[in-house]
C-alpha cells in the first residue's frame, strides 16, 4: 500500500533485499507481488530480451523427435535388417565357392558382388549420417531452447535441486523488492546503484558486486520458502481460496501488464525475471512462495504477550517510546569561510577557531540567561542566526543533547548550555517534561485520486490543483453517510489495498501512513465523522485524498510498538532458526548462469 510509510514488520517470511532491513512484512508481499514495469533487463532492453527469447524460439524437441528421429531410425533397423538376414543353403554354397582360395570365381558375379557391397557400405554411411544429423539438430534445438541453461542445477537446498530459472525468478524478484523499497530509491538517488550498468559490474561493497548481493538474498529467500514449505505441508497447512485469489489476481495482473505492453504472457515473464523463465516456473515459484508465507503469516498471529510483559519491555526501553517537550537551540562555533586573492578557500587558524567558538559561548549564556529571566528567546536565536526548534514530540536520538533530554534525572525547568567539541557548536537545552507515546491508533476511509482517476488531454500533467479539486468533486456528491462514503471508495479510489472494503483502514497506528494523511488524522478537535481533502507527492505515489474520519481506537502508540517489537523479535528468532534449518550449497557453474 503505497500510502502505508511505516508499517509494522508481520512474518511475511522474506528477507527484504535492502540494507538493514528487517524481515519482510505482509505489506512487502504484497508489493513483491506486483507486476513491474520498470525491471532491469542486462541487455539493454525489454526488446534485446524478447529477441532473444524470439531466437531461442522452434518447433518442440518432441515434434522434431517425431517427424524425423524416428523415421530415421526405421531407415537404420531396415538396413541392419537386411545385412543380418539369414541365407538359404544354395547362396551360402555360392558365397563360399566365390571365396574360397583356388576356385573359380565368376567376373560378372564377383563385380556384381562388389556392386552389392558397395551399395551396402553406403547406406551405412548414409544411414549412420542420417542418425548423427538428427541427433546433432535435436541436440541444437534443445540448446537454444534454453532447457539445458534453465535446468541446471543452481542450489541444492536441504537435499533438492533447485534450477537456473527457479533462482532467477527469486533473484529478480529481489532486485525489484529492493528498487522499489526508500533505500534502493536511496541507493539509486545517490548513485550508488545504476539500473543502466549490469550488476556484475557495480560493487555493493568491497567484498561483493550488486550481482552477488542479489543472489545472496535469493538464496536466503529460497532457503526459508524451502523450510517453511515444507514445515506447511507437515502441519498440514495449504493453499486457502485467499492464497488462491491472491495467485489468480497476480498472474492476471501481470498478464494484463504483458498485454498492455504489447508483449505474450511467456515472453513478459521471462523479461521481467530472466529469459530461462517460463511462465509455468513462474507460477509455481509463486504458490510455493505463498504457501511459505502462508505459514509463516499464521505463526505470527499466534504471537501474544501479556499486559505486564509489554510494560516490561516497555520500562527497559523508554527512550525508544517516550516523548520529550523542550527546546533546542544550536549555535555554530565555526569561523565565517574566507577566500584567497584567486578565490580559493583559506583554512581558519586555530586563533579563529578558538575566538568563534568562544563567541558562540557567550551567546549561548546570553539566551539561556534570557530564558531564565522569562523572556522569548526565539527572537535572540533568529537574531544571532542559530537553529531554533520547539517541539511537544522529541523523540529519541544518540547525541549529546538527546541524552541530555533523555536522562533519567531530568525535571521540568531544567536548562544548560552544552558544548559540543566534535561539531564545533553550543546548544542550549530546556527540558519541559516526558511522557509516553500514547497518540491512539486510528479509523479511517479515503478515496485516493490519482492521475488514472483523471481524463488528462495530451501533454497535460495532473497537477496537485487538478487532483485535488477531482478528490472535492467526489466529495461532494457524498450523502452524508458512512455507508455512502464506503461507496464512493469504491467506485473511484485507486487504492487497491482498501478500494473493495469501502476504503477503510482500522486500528492504525501512529506512524504508517504518510504525514498529510496522518497529519488530518491526529489534527486537534478531530471527531468521527469529520471529510476533509489532503495531497501528498512522494517517491512512492502522488495523490490526493478524500477523508473521512471514522473515530479513534483504544490502544496508545507505546502499547502497540512495545507489543509489535517483541513479537517481531520472535518472529525474527523463528525466521531464522527455520531458514539455517536447512543448509544451501550453491552450484557456481549453475548460479553463473542466474541474472
Not at 32 to 54: A, C, D, K, T
Not at 217 to 229: G, I, R, T
Not at 404 to 430: C, H, M, P, Q
Amino acid at each position: 500500500r503505497a500510502l502505508q510509510t511505516g508499517a509494522p514488520h508481520y512474518g511475511g517470511g522474506f528477507r527484504a533485499a535492502e540494507t538493514g532491513a528487517a524481515v519482510a512484512s505482509a505489506g512487502l508481499f504484497k508489493n513483491y507481488l506486483q507486476p513491474r514495469r520498470n525491471f532491469y533487463l542486462r541487455n539493454g532492453g525489454i526488446s534485446s530480451i524478447l529477441g532473444e527469447v524470439g531466437r531461442r524460439q522452434g518447433p518442440p524437441v518432441r515434434q522434431i523427435q517425431h517427424d524425423t528421429a524416428v523415421p530415421a531410425g526405421r531407415e537404420e533397423q531396415k538396413i541392419w535388417e537386411g545385412m543380418n538376414e539369414p541365407m538359404s543353403a544354395s547362396r551360402e554354397k555360392k558365397k563360399r565357392q566365390e571365396l574360397t582360395p583356388g576356385s573359380t570365381v565368376d567376373p560378372k558375379a564377383a563385380r556384381e558382388a562388389e556392386a552389392r557391397a558397395d551399395a551396402r557400405k553406403t547406406n551405412i554411411l548414409y544411414g549412420t549420417l542420417g542418425v548423427l544429423f538428427v541427433a546433432l539438430a535435436v541436440f541444437l534445438v534443445v540448446y537454444n531452447s534454453g532447457i539445458l541453461e534453465r535446468n541446471k542445477t543452481a542450489v541444492t537446498i536441504g537435499g533438492e535441486s533447485y534450477s537456473v530459472a527457479q533462482a532467477s525468478y527469486y533473484y529478480h524478484s529481489a532486485y525489484q523488492n529492493f528498487i522499489n523499497s526508500q533505500n534502493g530509491y536511496y541507493a539509486m538517488a545517490f548513485g550508488m546503484l545504476d539500473t543502466n550498468t549490469p550488476l556484475k559490474d557495480q560493487s555493493y561493497d568491497d567484498t561483493q558486486t550488486w550481482d552477488d548481493y542479489f543472489k545472496s538474498v535469493a538464496v536466503e529467500n529460497m532457503q526459508f520458502v524451502h523450510a517453511a514449505k515444507k514445515a506447511a505441508q507437515e502441519a498440514g497447512v495449504t493453499l486457502g481460496e485467499e492464497e488462491m485469489e491472491a495467485f489468480n489476481n497476480t498472474v492476471d495482473s501481470l498478464k494484463e501488464s504483458a498485454k498492455s505492453n504489447g508483449y505474450g504472457y511467456k515472453a513478459y515473464v521471462g523479461a521481467v525475471y530472466g529469459s530461462t523463465v517460463t511462465p509455468s516456473i513462474y507460477e509455481d515459484c509463486l504458490k510455493d512462495y505463498l504457501l511459505a508465507n502462508k505459514f509463516a503469516t499464521d505463526h505470527y498471529a499466534e504471537l501474544s504477550y501479556t499486559d505486564d510483559e509489554i510494560g516490561t519491555y516497555y520500562s527497559e526501553n523508554k527512550n525508544s517510546y517516550d516523548l520529550v517537550d523542550g527546546i533546542l537551540v544550536t549555535l555554530s562555533g565555526t569561523p565565517e569561510a574566507k577566500t584567497d586573492a584567486d578565490g580559493n578557500a583559506v583554512a581558519a587558524t586555530d586563533e579563529e577557531k578558538a575566538e568563534a567558538m568562544k563567541q558562540a559561548k557567550e551567546t549561548a549564556e546570553e539566551i539561556l540567561a534570557a530564558y531564565k529571566d522569562g523572556k522569548d528567546i526565539e527572537p535572540m536565536a533568529t537574531e544571532a542566526e542559530a537553529g531554533y526548534s520547539e517541539s511537544a514530540e522529541m523523540t529519541y536520538t544518540d547525541s549529546l543533547y538527546g541524552n541530555w533530554f533523555f536522562d533519567e534525572s531530568r525535571k521540568t525547568g531544567d536548562a544548560e548550555v552544552l558544548e559540543n567539541e566534535s561539531g564545533s557548536s553550543y546548544y542550549v537545552v530546556i527540558f519541559n517534561g516526558r511522557e509516553r507515546d500514547e497518540a491512539l491508533e486510528y479509523n479511517v476511509r479515503h478515496v485516493l485520486v490519482s492521475a488514472e482517476s483523471l481524463e488528462l488531454g495530451e501533454g497535460e500533467e495532473a497537477t496537485e490543483e487538478l487532483l485535488t479539486a477531482k478528490a472535492q468533486e467526489i466529495l461532494d456528491t457524498w450523502d452524508g453517510t458512512e455507508e455512502g462514503f464506503a461507496k464512493l471508495a469504491e467506485e473511484y479510489s485507486q487504492d487497491g489495498g482498501s478500494n473493495t472494503n469501502g476504503g477503510l483502514y482500522e486500528d492504525v497506528p501512529q506512524g504508517r501512513m504518510v504525514a498529510p494523511f496522518q497529519d488530518w488524522c491526529y489534527e486537534e478537535g478531530r471527531k468521527a465523522g469529520d471529510t476533509g481533502v489532503v495531497y501528498y507527492s512522494g517517491s512512492n505515489y502522488s495523490g490526493a485524498h478524500a477523508m473521512y474520519f471514522v473515530g479513534y481506537g483504544d490502544t496508545q502508540y507505546w502499547q502497540y510498538a512495545c507489543e509489535n517489537a517483541l513479537r517481531s523479535a520472535a518472529q525474527t528468532e523463528w525466521q531464522n532458526e527455520l531458514t539455517n534449518s536447512v543448509t544451501a550449497e550453491s552450484n557456481s557453474g549453475g548460479m553463473k548462469l542466474v541474472g
